[in-house]
């Protein structure tokens, strides 16, 4: 994919600079050369415009913790293509009429794109765009039960890469007939760290991830007078492979004794491999039947199936249950399953008058997994010299099923002055099985049931300004999850002015409060958060623009757990407080025979304090100077700093200077 996709941009600038050449006129006679020459008819000219940025990154220093940085940050230095664009539009030409590309971040950056689009006027739109995301975390603090020991060893942990293909094209758009056809394609692979559990301890070791998810579709788009169909057949294929292992002896997360003894992993092999397919088959509408009333409605069935193979040999002294000790176990399960999904969803909003809407919506969605397996495994007890051989069949199902439906009236009590007002109802029902693997385990069983009280106002005082706030809340019933929306308030506000026509000001306020009072549980949750910023751009920005921004947030998370060592309960206390701020100004220098010499600088910034007290810091000053007419030469400081009141080792700051030339078209 990567080879084609630099192979079209190559090929661009060729296709781009041809050049239509038209024949000489020839001389009938003498007479018609001696009289002047008409004016030549205005001939529709290629129109071409691209810009290319280039340059180089270098990093002077990176100091404290590398892989902190790179779960942050995680830019290299080297040579590096920033950014490409180019838009090619010619009526005449027979195959394309107008053509777009873009690139982003090519030489080895964390985040790599690439799109591109061709379209035939009323023939044809192709689309083709692809991304590639470097996915690196290991936080030595994350997971990690050894960190008021000194010891900063990350139990989840990815270095990894998330590649992103989707290419689609459409026949004949804007008719009433559009048949289209698409193919998208999800790639991850690398590697990490992941715990291996038994009873009693967990064993960090090495993984290798590899998954792979592709989706073919194909359908038509039905325009008429006042309804739009879309009707949609596609397929899915999926296959995911993981590998856990290691060769070094390893303690484990309780280097103390378990039932006097010590437990260890000297040998593992783990692996697993998924296979899945399944077709599904999607239709939407859309339609005003009358001039007071539109509907949309969506139906989505698949029916995909999966088949699992999974193997595990594991060597040294591991309690698996109970009181049992063993030092050697292998394992061979075989599982297939199958999952009818279904979901559909309906909307009609109805304007009974002209001040007045009222929108009906509601969503279904029932999924079942119906699952069989076959477990085949050998324990060799400690002290013992033959093994002990299992053989178990399992069969179990999930269902679920989840509804919601929504009433919302809207009244403009004046032009400018709208209330709303609704009620939201959420109901379902899941049946789980037991847990663990044993076949005789007590299937779980639960419900979800929930009121939702909707507000809200629209006030407009003025054409330039606007004020929007939200509310819903709900008393609480039944959820599925101990940390799920119950008994809750919450309330979002927003406002903007416009000033003049080049100052803004805007505003946003988001406040949550969540409870769930059950014994055993006694969640609350609390999260405030408020933004204010300003946009100023005189002139339209030629000659000067600033666009600054200021965030304040709270967050407060108060929960019983179990502790793993003793199954007792016991509190969990969470707080944080966050100042958030970003500038971003530039000014443009004297004016030049070429262009303007122009200044950026700015950054931004967070800290917080609480349960994690953290301090970021990314300043930047940014120039550029013109060197032709459409060169320009660039260069940049960005400064990365990171702390943790708490976690010092985890801290880390870098300087990196980028120089490069801009070119345009």
């Not at 296709?15 to 001939?43: C, D, F, I, R, Y």
């Not at 044993?438 to 779980?444: A, D, M, Q, Y």
């Not at 007792?568 to 025979?593: F, W």
């Amino acid at each position: 994919m990567t080879r084609t996709l630099l192979a079209i941009w190559i090929g661009l600038p060729l296709w781009a600079g041809q050049v239509a050449v038209e024949a000489t006129p020839t001389k009938k006679n003498a007479e018609q050369a001696a009289q002047p020459a008409e004016t030549p008819s205005p001939v529709t000219e290629q129109k071409v415009k691209a810009q290319v940025d280039v340059g180089y990154r270098g990093i002077p220093n990176i100091g404290g913790n590398f892989d902190t940085y790179r779960s942050i940050v995680n830019y290299g230095e080297g040579p590096k293509l920033f950014g490409a664009e180019m838009n090619v539009e010619d009526a005449k030409n027979p195959a394309v009429n107008r053509f777009t590309a873009s690139g982003h971040g090519w030489g080895g950056e964390p985040w790599t794109s690439f799109r591109a689009d061709a379209e035939k006027f009323r023939s044809y739109r192709f689309t083709a765009d692809y991304r590639n995301l470097a996915y690196f975390n290991y936080l030595p603090s994350f997971a990690n039960p050894f960190i008021s020991q000194g010891i900063y060893r990350s139990q989840r942990a990815f270095d990894t890469r998330m590649k992103n293909a989707d290419v689609s094209l459409e026949l004949w758009p804007s008719r009433r007939v559009t048949p289209y056809f698409g193919y998208q394609s999800n790639y991850w692979n690398g590697h990490g760290v992941t715990p291996y559990v038994t009873s009693g301890n967990e064993f960090p070791v090495q993984t290798q991830i590899r998954n792979q998810t592709n989706n073919y579709r194909g359908g038509v788009q039905l325009e008429l007078t006042r309804m739009h169909v879309t009707l949609e057949q596609g397929g899915t294929t999926f296959k995911d492979d993981q590998r856990v292992f290691t060769r070094e002896p390893n303690t484990g997360n309780r280097p103390g004794p378990i039932l006097g003894r010590q437990t260890t992993l000297n040998d593992l092999e783990q692996a697993y491999g998924v296979r899945g397919d399944g077709l599904y088959s999607k239709g939407m509408v859309t339609a005003s039947p009358f001039s007071w009333l539109n509907v949309y409605g969506q139906f989505l069935f698949s029916q995909p199936e999966i088949d699992v193979r999974y193997s595990e040999n594991a060597r040294g002294l591991i309690l698996m249950g109970g009181d049992s000790f063993y030092t050697g176990l292998d394992g061979i399960v075989s599982g297939l399953s199958r999952q009818p999904h279904t979901t559909g969803s309906a909307t009609a909003e109805i304007r009974p008058t002209g001040r007045l809407r009222i929108l009906e919506s509601w969503t279904t969605d029932r999924f079942h997994n119906a699952a069989s397996a076959l477990l085949l495994d050998q324990l060799l007890v400690a002290g013992a010299t033959r093994p002990i051989t299992r053989e178990q069949q399992f069969n179990t199902r999930l269902n679920l099923n989840y509804n919601r439906q929504q009433l919302d009236v809207l009244f403009d009590i004046t032009s400018r002055f709208t209330v709303r007002g609704g009620h939201r109802y959420v109901w379902g029902n899941a049946l789980t099985p037991g847990w663990g693997l044993s076949p005789t385990g007590s299937p779980s069983q639960g419900e979800l049931k929930m009121h939702v009280g909707l507000a809200g106002v629209t006030l407009r005082p003025t054409s330039r300004a606007l004020i929007s706030v939200d509310y819903e809340g709900s008393p609480g019933d039944r959820n599925y999850f101990r940390t799920s929306l119950q008994n809750y308030h919450m309330m979002r506000a927003r406002g903007r002015v416009e000033v003049t026509g080049s100052f803004h000001l805007y505003s946003h306020f988001r406040w949550l409060d969540n409870q769930n009072p059950a014994k055993g549980i006694d969640y609350k949750f609390q999260d405030i958060a408020a933004t204010g910023g300003l946009q100023w751009m005189p002139s339209g920005g030629r000659r000067a623009s600033i666009i600054a921004e200021y965030g304040w947030s709270s967050l407060k998370s108060d929960i019983l757990f179990l502790v793993p060592s003793t199954l007792q309960p016991a509190p969990s206390y969470y707080r944080d407080r966050g100042h958030m701020g970003t500038l971003l100004a530039q000014i443009s220098g004297p004016k030049l025979t070429l262009a303007d010499i122009r200044f950026e600088f700015g950054g931004s910034l967070f800290q917080s304090g609480g349960s994690r007290p953290t301090k970021y810091y990314q300043p930047l000053f940014r120039t550029y100077l013109p060197v032709a007419k459409t060169v320009e030469l660039f260069g940049e400081w960005r400064y990365y700093g990171f702390s943790q009141a708490f976690y010092l080792q985890e801290a880390f700051r870098s300087n990196q200077l980028t120089a490069g030339l801009r070119f345009k078209i």
